[in-house]
């Protein structure tokens, strides 16, 4: 039995295409009401609204007792929280984060926090560029799965791939957490560039020297360089500052033309800016791109005066 804790939009495509390949499989969710309506509709209409959910997956609001591993599809900020209150029931599986942050509050990515919390269970990672209603709709996707067991890590790569999700593994746990967590800052950053009408151009240099601010802070910390430029770094990268279905883009692009944005979509790289600025201090790095953000979001800044804060630095080799 696979559970995947999280009825959001990347838990109900987990789901959904665990579930397809034939896995016994419960979608778990804390809120009543909706796993009322996803039973009743066979959807997960405020999430994936058109996609129906396999016959045989299970909704539920408490989690199955077994052995079987588990996904963590919840937000980064909230995912200390949820272990917190499932802790007995979570001890001794092979645990699964499924969320891709920096903890604001400790600067932990989530593989560390899962360690630090249940040091007796497996801790692993599932990350890359993929977008939740491409893997509903059964597209092909491929993710990394990082767990510094390599032997557990060949299990959960075998028990997770899916028809049309292909899944590569690493060891590199601090690797895999960052790049699908500073992506995210980057994200905000190209989204604003967009929004503020600023060319593809523009956009093209901040990728890229945004890459350059992943791979300066993941390396000090003691990721392979490998892993950044791999599907959990550059490819996550390039997928969310190009496409408008990723939702830290849009919120970047909300801010590039001074407007206001939902504020009940989880934006993962608001709280992740932060916490990568206090991080990189620590490390004694400079992070300008990051450092522009947190500027932005914290409104002391506009939008073109982070971009001549950005384009005013000292001219040096590439």
């Known amino acids: 039995m696979i559970t995947v804790m999280g009825a959001g939009a990347f838990g109900t495509a987990l789901a959904i295409s665990l579930a397809e390949a ?48 588990v996904l963590l599809a919840v937000p980064m900020q909230q995912m200390r929280d949820v272990i917190k209150q499932h802790r007995a029931t979570l001890e001794g599986r092979d645990l699964v984060a499924c969320c891709k942050g920096i903890e604001l509050s400790t600067t932990m990515g989530p593989v560390a926090i899962l360690r630090q919390m249940i040091p007796d269970s497996a801790a692993a990672i599932l990350t890359g560029p993929s977008f939740a209603r491409d893997i509903a709709r059964g597209l092909p996707t491929a993710l990394t799965l990082a767990c510094a067991d390599p032997e557990k890590g060949i299990v959960l790569q075998q028990s997770l791939t899916t028809r049309n999700l292909r899944i590569y593994r690493t060891t590199d746990t601090i690797g895999a957490e960052l790049g699908g967590a500073l992506k995210n800052v980057i994200a905000i950053a190209a989204g604003a560039v967009t929004g503020a009408g600023l060319g593809d151009s523009a956009r093209a240099a901040l990728m890229t020297r945004g890459y350059a601010e992943m791979q300066r802070l993941a390396l000090s910390l003691g990721a392979r ?94």
């Open 22 to 69: 034939g896995h016994p499989v419960t979608l778990w969710s804390r809120d009543h009401e909706q796993v009322s309506a996803m039973r009743l509709a066979r959807e997960n209409a405020h999430r994936l609204p058109g996609i129906p959910l396999p016959q045989f997956l299970a909704i539920d609001t408490t989690i199955p007792a077994g052995t079987g591993p």
């Open 225 to 318: 360089p490998d892993t950044l430029s791999g599907l959990s770094g550059f490819g996550d990268l390039v997928l969310t500052c190009t496409s408008p279905q990723s939702r830290n883009m849009r919120f970047g692009m909300a801010l590039g033309k001074n407007e206001a944005f939902d504020p009940t979509i989880t934006v993962e790289g608001a709280a992740t800016a932060r916490a990568t600025l206090q991080r990189a201090a620590e490390e004694g790095l400079e992070m300008p791109i990051t450092a522009a953000v947190v500027a932005l979001l914290d409104g002391k800044i506009q939008l073109r005066q982070a971009m001549d804060m950005l384009l005013s630095r000292p001219l040096k080799e590439e």
